[in-house]
């Protein structure tokens, strides 16, 4: 009877400390297609395989009914390994289900907009300038994720110390700034889940910084470029 009314106590404890809604969850398998889609258009790697991701190490304040349940402490993120694009099995962060199916192509996008240096912050906010900039349809889109999920966040006023610093850090660069070279690491703060993580065996996915090169007669070489625009432009029209 005791083991009984502790596993129903555990349940309980654990659905109340639930932040997600199972109600508009999206799993990975309903738009895969899409993913590598997006993925490939925005110029990614096609050898890239996709994957659920496993769950991580996470930081971030936990509220009591967390720390009572013993969740909290670990999440699927997106990450990038040297031959494989890990993405949560499902999503369900937002009430929207439209919401959680566009984080999951914003995520495409911003995987093969990244560039692994090793400063995650700093990464991820140039890897989000570069997906707009090939998916500018899909910039509303984004803009109303980075809303929801900024919603979301504590407000840094209510942290002390590193944390407040590294949280202030993290939703600017969400709000399309980076004014400060402080470097943050992932499991200093929350999930920030329209961002993408990476190992340190992934090499740099290209190097889209670089000067374009010029032809002989002056003008850009724009073939490959022409032909990303195009899939970039079919794979919107397609969403």
Do not use: C
């Amino acid at each position: 009877m005791e083991e009984l009314i502790g596993r129903w106590w555990h349940n309980a404890v654990t659905r109340l400390a639930q932040t997600s809604h199972p109600q508009a969850e999206v799993l990975l398998n309903e738009v895969q297609k899409s993913i590598g889609l997006m993925f490939r258009a925005g110029g990614g790697a096609a050898t890239l395989r996709l994957a659920p991701a496993s769950d991580q190490h996470i930081g971030g304040q936990r509220n009591w009914l967390q720390k009572v349940a013993g969740t909290g402490e670990r999440a699927a993120t997106a990450r990038l390994e040297p031959d494989v694009l890990a993405l949560p099995a499902s999503i369900s962060l937002f009430s929207d289900r439209q919401l959680n199916r566009d984080l999951y192509l914003w995520l495409a996008i911003q995987s093969a907009s990244f560039e692994h240096t090793g400063d995650w912050v700093t990464d991820n906010h140039l890897a989000t300038q570069r997906g707009l900039r090939n998916f500018p349809g899909f910039s509303s889109r984004h803009q109303r994720l980075s809303e929801a999920h900024l919603n979301q966040r504590i407000d840094h006023s209510r942290l002390r110390g590193e944390s407040a610093i590294s949280e202030s850090i993290v939703q600017d660069a969400l709000r399309g700034q980076r004014n400060t070279p402080r470097r943050v690491h992932a499991t200093e703060v929350a999930p920030v889940w329209l961002w993408v993580g990476a190992s340190n065996e992934v090499a740099l996915m290209g190097n889209r910084s670089a000067p374009e090169k010029s032809t002989n007669d002056g003008r850009r070489p724009n073939s490959a470029e022409d032909q990303q625009r195009r899939r970039t432009q079919r794979t919107q029209e397609g969403q």
